[in-house]
């Protein structure tokens, strides 16, 4: 007799299993982020602000790191980002800008 699948379980079976390979990540600091965007991509530059001083008159920027994205894997990161914050503030208070 043939075993019948659901289409939700032969969905659930069709999606790959992700695996997070992490041997090859470096970690880079952040204080700063930019964006920036064309058409076809959407840009993250990453750096740090070397200011210590408030009266400064110039704060150099030293960029550490671009990202580049397509609109789609962009999109994709804002709902995330989106997510990770309304976590973050319900669990440690509202960030204020």
Known sequence: ???TIKPAEAAANSVPRIEWDDSKMSTTYANVCN???TREEI???FGANQAWQSDM???KVFLSNRVVL???AA???HA???LGLKEYEARYGELKL
């Open 35 to 37: 964006v920036l965007g």
């Open 75 to 77: 999109k994709r990161l």
């Open 80 to 82: 995330l980002l989106e």
């Open 1 to 3: 007799m043939a075993e």
């Open 70 to 72: 397509n609109p789609y």
């Open 57 to 59: 008159k110039e704060v």
């Open 43 to 45: 840009m993250l530059l």
